[in-house]
């Protein structure tokens, strides 16, 4: 599965990507650019880095191999992950960090505290369950900056657990549908929430969008194409997105080769034992 997320990453989000957004696979860098540009590679450094992770990946399947160091790949990464995972029957569940848990409940916890407003047991306060958390996404209003927060950080965690509900969030035609639909408004309200999400309400979604994707890398690698045609995935984050996706495909190839290498000193050592009781 990872080899695949590899190559969905090496031959089809990263063209795609800098078919998007150019400016964030310059051919080259010039002198006088904007810092937030040094960190910036073309497309053809980031494919062979994705190829060179691939190879790691591979070598590991055939032989010993050495420790991954985040320091050979570090221009193409943000930040190095956390190793966090589940083995399960037939696949490992990916909890790996992307500035949002992938808890639910911990988001919720993260977002709406201890709070009991609403009555403990009162089914549409959003620590209730994943449907009340929906419920109370799509009431929000573009003007609501208590929106704003969850969309980084709880939105990541309901798109692990329901990708399609996240997709719907963060495209801004639908808020403009249901806006315009929406016929307990005002003329005056319908302005002014057509006026937010044509303004700062887009950079919300496109942070919340560089997360949801992190989060997606994790268990849903292959649903990710689907984000790309957002109208707010071109923004002030979007050069993170690449670096964001490469850290967690470096964080698995890391954890499996690790345990290849586990694996491989467990059958050497019972080797051994053979050897010696024959």
Not at 116 to 129: C, E, I, L, V
Not at 162 to 172: C, E, G, T
Not at 195 to 213: C, P
Request: charged share 25%.
């Amino acid at each position: 599965q990872v080899l695949a997320q590899l190559d969905e990453l090496d031959e089809h989000l990263l063209p795609e990507m800098a078919a998007r957004d150019p400016e964030v696979f310059p051919s080259q860098v010039k002198a006088d650019a904007p810092p937030w540009t040094e960190k910036l590679q073309c497309l053809a450094a980031w494919k062979a880095a994705v190829r060179q992770l691939r190879g790691c990946l591979v070598a590991s399947r055939t032989a010993p191999s050495r420790i991954l160091d985040a320091a050979d790949f570090l221009a193409f990464m943000e930040w190095e992950p956390s190793s966090t995972y589940e083995i399960g029957v037939f696949e490992i569940r990916w909890k790996l960090s992307c500035f949002a848990t992938l808890d639910w409940k911990e988001a919720c916890g993260e977002n709406f505290g201890l709070s009991k407003a609403g009555g403990p047991f009162d089914p549409d306060f959003p620590t209730r369950s994943i449907n009340a958390v929906k419920r109370w996404m799509l009431a929000g209003s573009t003007q609501d900056v208590k929106l704003y927060n969850p969309l980084c950080v709880l939105l990541p965690a309901i798109a692990d657990q329901d990708p399609n509900f996240a997709r719907m969030i963060l495209d801004a035609r639908i808020w403009r549908t249901r806006i315009l639909a929406n016929a307990a408004l005002t003329e005056d309200e319908r302005r002014k929430e057509l006026s937010r999400l044509d303004g700062y309400f887009g950079y919300v979604l496109n942070n919340a969008l560089l997360h949801v994707v992190a989060a997606l890398a994790n268990n849903h690698f292959m649903k990710i194409r689907l984000f790309l045609d957002c109208p707010d995935i071109s923004g002030r984050y979007t050069p993170h997105l690449p670096r964001y996706l490469f850290a967690i495909l470096f964080a698995k190839v890391r954890v499996l080769s690790d345990l290849g290498r586990s694996i491989g000193s467990e059958n050497d050592g019972k080797s051994q034992d053979e050897e010696r009781r024959a």
